[in-house]
Nanobody
């Protein structure tokens, strides 16, 4: 699965951005898709995830401000980010969790990553 992310940029605090991530290849194996972020000197952290059934989960720090959505027809996941704060500044990565079965019919779970997109929120 290849993931192509877009939509990052520089915005003032309180502003909004929408990130997009288009998936191609092996789409039928995708279960959940999500967004992670990594700020300098920090570990990569989960921002939001959405399952193929539409269930969502958010990091506490973004609840009420960010919304993840998914367009299955376009194989695209979005992250609408409102009320942005300087602490949201990070490189944002989209992800796709994949479920395949090997020759023994055992499940094999893996994760694909898109290239990062920089989000910078100025104070």
């Amino acid at each position: 699965v290849q993931l192509q992310a877009s939509g990052g940029g520089l915005v003032p605090a309180g502003g909004s951005l929408r990130l997009s991530c288009a998936a191609s290849g092996g789409i039928s194996y995708i279960t959940a898709m999500g967004w992670y972020r990594q700020a300098p000197r920090n570990e990569r952290e989960l921002v939001a995830v959405i399952t193929s059934g539409g269930s969502t989960n958010y990091a506490d720090s973004v609840k009420g401000r960010f919304t993840i959505s998914r367009d299955n027809a376009k194989n695209t996941v979005y992250l609408q980010m409102n009320s942005l704060k300087p602490e949201d500044t990070a490189v944002y990565y989209c992800s796709a969790d994949l479920l395949r079965y090997n020759d023994d019919d055992a499940p094999v779970v893996s994760r694909s990553w898109g290239q990062g997109t920089q989000v910078t929120v100025s104070s």
